[in-house]
Nanobody
Framework: QVQLVESGGGLVQAGGSLRLSCAASGRIFSNYAMGWFRQAPGKDRAFVAAIRRSGDKTSYTDSVKGRFTISRDNAKNTAYLQMNSLKPEDTAVYYC??????????????WGQGTQVTVSS
C-alpha cells in the first residue's frame, strides 16, 4: 500500500523560502520518478516539478523555473522541493506522487494529505 506523507509547508512572506519533504513508501522508491504537484483554491491540481529515479534529470513548470529545485534521497525514500523567492501565486496545497516518467509526469497513486503553503504579500 502506497503512502505519501508531505511536510514542511507553512506561512511565509513573499520572497521567502520553504523546503518541502515527501516521505514515500509502498513502492521501491529508487525505481520510480517522483513529482510535486499543487492545488490552489478553486483550481485543479497542477504539475510543479519532476525528478528521474536516479536524480539526474528534472523538469519544472515554467512559473517555478529558477526558483524551485526538486531533489531526492533514495536512501531515505524521500523527495524534496526547495522553494525560493516565493510569490503569493505559489499559495496552494502541495502534493507529491510517484509518476510515470519525468516527461509525462502522470501520477501513479492516490494522493496524500498534502502540505499547505501560504505566501503573504
Amino acid at each position: 500500500q502506497v503512502q505519501l506523507v508531505e511536510s514542511g509547508g507553512g506561512l511565509v512572506q513573499a520572497g521567502g523560502s520553504l523546503r518541502l519533504s515527501c516521505a514515500a513508501s509502498g513502492r521501491i522508491f529508487s525505481n520510480y520518478a517522483m513529482g510535486w504537484f499543487r492545488q490552489a483554491p478553486g483550481k485543479d491540481r497542477a504539475f510543479v516539478a519532476a525528478i528521474r529515479r536516479s536524480g539526474d534529470k528534472t523538469s519544472y513548470t515554467d512559473s517555478v523555473k529558477g526558483r524551485f529545485t526538486i531533489s531526492r534521497d533514495n536512501a531515505k525514500n524521500t523527495a524534496y522541493l526547495q522553494m525560493n523567492s516565493l510569490k503569493p501565486e505559489d499559495t496552494a496545497v502541495y502534493y507529491c506522487n510517484f509518476i510515470s516518467s519525468v516527461l509525462e509526469a502522470r501520477p501513479l497513486d492516490s494522493w496524500g494529505q498534502g502540505t499547505q503553503v501560504t505566501v503573504s504579500s
